[in-house]
Structure formats: C-alpha cells, structure tokens
C-alpha cells in the first residue's frame, strides 16, 4: 500500500494528525492532533455539564423524567457565547479533520513519487 493511502486513511479514520506522523511530519501532525483534542475535549465537556444539568433538573422534580421532556431540554440550542464557542471548537474539529486528510494525501503523494 502505499504511503499516500496509509497516511490518508490513518488521518480519516483514527484521528486527525496521526497520518503526518506515519509520514514523520511531526510538527504538523502534533499540531492538528493537539487542535482537534482540544476542540474535542470543549465539546466533550461541554456535552457533560449539559447532562449533569438535566440530570439535576429530573432529580429535583422540575422537570418530568418522560422522553418528551428530556428530548426538548437536549435539543434546546445554547444562545450567546456559549453557542459561539461550540459552533467554533465544532469547525476547529471539522476544519482540523479535512486539513489532515487532504494534506496527509498532498505529502504522502509527494513521498510516494520521491522512492
């Protein structure tokens, strides 16, 4: 298989970065993996004060344990900087993802034709 395909697919399907480091570009693949974890780890986060919150919410009696009333409080959007700020650690991760795919391809393909 050749390096180009390997460093694509380890960028697609495991983690973004992982395919420059395969092709021991360092540097770059440290850091779009350290980007994307940390996006991850805002949206991770974030995921889980929402649910601590509902959780609190059920427990106390305010709102009714029914799936209706669960799925309102989980679809309901965040508003002001909150939401900013997951729509921007989401385009990070997004961004951070296509950058390793594409570019993994670009230096793998570049290594492929130099051996």
């Not at 309102?72 to 508003?79: A, D, I």
């Not at 670009?106 to 130099?114: I, M, P, W």
């Amino acid at each position: 298989m050749k390096k180009s395909t390997k460093a694509v697919l380890l960028s697609a399907l495991v983690f973004p970065g992982t395919g420059h480091l395969y092709l021991k570009k360092h540097l770059f693949g440290t850091l779009l993996i350290s980007s994307a974890l940390i996006a991850l780890y805002y949206l991770v986060t974030m995921m889980v004060e929402k649910a601590q919150h509902i959780v609190e919410l059920i427990l106390s009696g305010e709102v009714r344990p029914d799936i209706a009333s669960v799925t309102e409080l989980v679809t309901k959007s965040p508003t002001g900087s909150e939401g900013q700020l997951l729509n921007i650690a989401t385009a990070v991760l997004i961004i951070a993802w296509l950058v390793g795919i594409f570019d993994s391809y670009r230096v793998g393909r570049s290594q492929d034709l130099d051996s």
